[in-house]
């Protein structure tokens, strides 16, 4: 149901800015590939100090947009128009005329921070490498200005950790390391794309506070990617929507999120995950019932498809002297059943023990106390014969389809491997069963000759839930499968979900740090922090009457549920 839009608030501190002087003007930019056009007609302006946010679905043109201001567009990219930087034009500028702008006049912040740092190279050595494009100061200046980065960005301990490599950040850490490397030379002008979409809302916060204060004291402006209209409209003073290459909506960020003009914007809005949030923590129960979902509350007498008794894992101590690291737990006893047909969700922080948790479900781990109980047998007792029983009855979708789907394999192939590896069906009955899973991940048939590259994210999280339940599996593990995908996306996944388990009565156990898609999917829901549970109970009245801190610090966290909430009526 489309929420009902009323005045926006006023004293909105995300006002337009007027007075800065304008450090980056985009006029009727256009990017081809070939005889398609991809971007046209683009303009817009961003001012000193201030914060603008483009946002879309995936495919919008965004990124095609930030790499033209870059540079970094492919050598078959045909360009037109205007991007005008500190008063120079820079579109379709030679390399060797815009190298020197990177990373001073013009500072770039990547998505994925584990793919876009050097692995075997220290993280403060990769700021300092950031900082020396300056040429203005010798080795040891340059690393004091990393480590300074580094604290500002949030980091604690910032000259220890400047010695650690990427695998020992976690993936907060590890996008703040990628902040500091961007602001390190106070640039005129940061772009940051997507910078926190895979992290969950708690530490999002965190780093786009640090992000702020950093920009601020430099005066940098920022062009911020993202989908999250949510976090744009908190976040940023002007928000531009951009739909199939086009911007189809720009103004100031309230405006755009509370009087929307455009349908697209709309049906972004009515998406958008703060829209559901509004009602959570209100005292009463936050929904009727999972994504309309009417399956009716399980007996007390049916057995659970899953139980896990008392789960435990503690790592043991590690190094020896004075690098000897204490026994750490990950998770400590927790405990939970799911019926057939049900889906059980655990929210929490990155770290908060959730992965672990899945993982030891799916025999991946093994627990160190406790029991995993499927179908009436302990997993940790089964036989090899009886695990590959196991194996077929319980499958994962995890959360990258780019990482989980080899990109050698047509789609067919991928499809038809879990069908050859538990020998189901003859030949033909297995290239039925693979136009079934297309049909029900709502694909075109078509889709079986091409390839894992040649598909959009969506498309790809669908090939990934058809593989799941091609054995067709009791139990499918869901890994925070739609947090890198977009709102309309995301819609479109869960959909998929929830009708593939109304038919196939399959159970899930959805692992995600976004409330609100655990909200659309899940029945019951455990919060977990610090390996440990906090909160467990139907997943409505956990959301609509939180009781432990922590679940209500995690419900506030969410970006532009505040806003939505007081400015938008029932």
């Given at each position: 149901m489309s929420p009902q839009w009323t005045t926006p608030p006023s004293g909105d501190p995300h006002r337009e800015h007027t007075d800065g002087q304008t450090v980056l003007d985009v006029v009727d930019l256009a990017v081809s590939y070939g005889d398609r056009e991809v971007v046209s007609a683009v303009d817009f302006r961003l001012r000193a100090g201030e914060t603008v946010a483009i946002v879309g679905e995936s495919g919008s043109g965004k990124t095609t947009v930030i790499n033209a201001v870059l540079g970094l567009l492919p050598r078959n990219a045909r360009t037109s128009g205007s991007v005008v930087l500190q008063g120079r034009e820079i579109l379709g500028a030679d390399e060797s005329e815009i190298r020197p702008l990177r990373g001073t006049a013009l500072a770039y912040v990547p998505q994925d921070p584990m793919s876009n740092l050097n692995p075997v190279m220290r993280v403060g050595n990769q700021v300092a490498e950031a900082a020396s494009?300056?040429?203005?100061?010798?080795?040891?200046v340059y690393r004091e200005r990393a480590i300074d980065a580094l604290g500002r960005a949030g980091l604690d301990d910032a000259r220890e950790r400047y010695r650690l490599y990427p695998?020992?950040?976690?993936?907060?850490?590890?996008?703040?390391?990628?902040?500091?490397?961007?602001?390190?030379?106070?640039p005129t002008v940061l772009i940051a794309d997507e910078p926190t979409s895979a992290l969950d809302v708690t530490v999002q916060r965190v780093i786009l506070d640090n992000l702020a204060e950093l920009t601020a004291e430099s005066g940098t402006a920022v062009l911020l990617i993202t989908h999250d209209l949510g976090l744009a409209a908190e976040r940023a003073d002007r928000v531009i929507v951009m739909h199939h290459g086009r911007?189809?909506?720009?103004?100031?960020?309230r405006d755009v999120l509370f009087a929307p003009q455009a349908e697209y914007t709309k049906a972004l809005v009515a998406a958008a995950p703060f829209a559901v949030a509004s009602r959570f923590g209100d005292g009463e129960r936050a929904s009727a019932a999972p994504r309309g979902n009417a399956t009716a509350q399980p007996s007390t007498d049916t057995a659970p498809a899953l139980r896990v008794d008392g789960l435990s894992k503690v790592y043991p101590a590690r190094g020896w002297g004075k690098n000897r690291r204490p026994p750490f737990t990950a998770v400590e006893d927790v405990s939970f059943s799911i019926p057939a047909g049900r889906t059980l969700a655990i929210a929490g922080e990155s770290g908060s023990g959730k992965s672990t948790t899945a993982q030891m479900v799916l025999q991946l781990l093994r627990p160190t106390s406790g029991a995993i109980v499927f179908q009436g047998r302990d997993t940790g007792s089964l036989s090899k014969r009886q695990m590959k029983g196991f194996r077929r009855a319980v499958q994962s979708i995890f959360q990258d389809p780019y990482a989980s789907l080899d990109p050698l394999f047509s789609i067919e192939r991928s499809l038809r491997e879990p069908l050859d590896a538990f020998a189901i069906g003859t030949p033909a009955e297995r290239d039925a069963?693979?136009?079934?899973l297309l049909d029900l991940v709502q694909l075109p048939r078509?889709?079986?000759?091409?390839?894992?590259?040649?598909?959009s994210g969506g498309q790809r999280q669908r090939v990934a839930i058809a593989r799941a339940?091609?054995?067709s599996p009791e139990l499918v593990v869901c890994d925070e499968p739609v947090s890198a995908l977009d709102v309309l996306v995301q819609a479109q996944i869960l959909d998929v979900l929830t009708e593939a388990q109304r038919e196939l009565g399959v159970s899930y156990l959805f692992i995600s740090h976004d409330l609100s898609v655990i909200a659309e999917i899940s029945h019951d829901l455990l919060v977990m922090r610090r390996g440990a549970v906090v909160e467990?109970?139907?997943?409505?009245?956990?959301?609509g009457d939180p009781q432990h801190p922590y679940t209500r610090e995690l419900i506030d966290a969410i970006p532009g549920r505040a806003l939505f909430r007081d400015a938008v009526g029932a």
């Amino acid at each position: 149901m489309s929420p009902q839009w009323t005045t926006p608030p006023s004293g909105d501190p995300h006002r337009e800015h007027t007075d800065g002087q304008t450090v980056l003007d985009v006029v009727d930019l256009a990017v081809s590939y070939g005889d398609r056009e991809v971007v046209s007609a683009v303009d817009f302006r961003l001012r000193a100090g201030e914060t603008v946010a483009i946002v879309g679905e995936s495919g919008s043109g965004k990124t095609t947009v930030i790499n033209a201001v870059l540079g970094l567009l492919p050598r078959n990219a045909r360009t037109s128009g205007s991007v005008v930087l500190q008063g120079r034009e820079i579109l379709g500028a030679d390399e060797s005329e815009i190298r020197p702008l990177r990373g001073t006049a013009l500072a770039y912040v990547p998505q994925d921070p584990m793919s876009n740092l050097n692995p075997v190279m220290r993280v403060g050595n990769q700021v300092a490498e950031a900082a020396s494009v300056t040429r203005d100061a010798t080795t040891a200046v340059y690393r004091e200005r990393a480590i300074d980065a580094l604290g500002r960005a949030g980091l604690d301990d910032a000259r220890e950790r400047y010695r650690l490599y990427p695998h020992q950040f976690s993936g907060g850490m590890r996008q703040r390391a990628l902040i500091a490397a961007g602001v390190v030379n106070a640039p005129t002008v940061l772009i940051a794309d997507e910078p926190t979409s895979a992290l969950d809302v708690t530490v999002q916060r965190v780093i786009l506070d640090n992000l702020a204060e950093l920009t601020a004291e430099s005066g940098t402006a920022v062009l911020l990617i993202t989908h999250d209209l949510g976090l744009a409209a908190e976040r940023a003073d002007r928000v531009i929507v951009m739909h199939h290459g086009r911007i189809v909506e720009q103004g100031a960020s309230r405006d755009v999120l509370f009087a929307p003009q455009a349908e697209y914007t709309k049906a972004l809005v009515a998406a958008a995950p703060f829209a559901v949030a509004s009602r959570f923590g209100d005292g009463e129960r936050a929904s009727a019932a999972p994504r309309g979902n009417a399956t009716a509350q399980p007996s007390t007498d049916t057995a659970p498809a899953l139980r896990v008794d008392g789960l435990s894992k503690v790592y043991p101590a590690r190094g020896w002297g004075k690098n000897r690291r204490p026994p750490f737990t990950a998770v400590e006893d927790v405990s939970f059943s799911i019926p057939a047909g049900r889906t059980l969700a655990i929210a929490g922080e990155s770290g908060s023990g959730k992965s672990t948790t899945a993982q030891m479900v799916l025999q991946l781990l093994r627990p160190t106390s406790g029991a995993i109980v499927f179908q009436g047998r302990d997993t940790g007792s089964l036989s090899k014969r009886q695990m590959k029983g196991f194996r077929r009855a319980v499958q994962s979708i995890f959360q990258d389809p780019y990482a989980s789907l080899d990109p050698l394999f047509s789609i067919e192939r991928s499809l038809r491997e879990p069908l050859d590896a538990f020998a189901i069906g003859t030949p033909a009955e297995r290239d039925a069963r693979v136009l079934e899973l297309l049909d029900l991940v709502q694909l075109p048939r078509t889709v079986r000759y091409r390839t894992a590259s040649e598909l959009s994210g969506g498309q790809r999280q669908r090939v990934a839930i058809a593989r799941a339940l091609a054995p067709s599996p009791e139990l499918v593990v869901c890994d925070e499968p739609v947090s890198a995908l977009d709102v309309l996306v995301q819609a479109q996944i869960l959909d998929v979900l929830t009708e593939a388990q109304r038919e196939l009565g399959v159970s899930y156990l959805f692992i995600s740090h976004d409330l609100s898609v655990i909200a659309e999917i899940s029945h019951d829901l455990l919060v977990m922090r610090r390996g440990a549970v906090v909160e467990h109970g139907a997943t409505a009245d956990v959301l609509g009457d939180p009781q432990h801190p922590y679940t209500r610090e995690l419900i506030d966290a969410i970006p532009g549920r505040a806003l939505f909430r007081d400015a938008v009526g029932a």
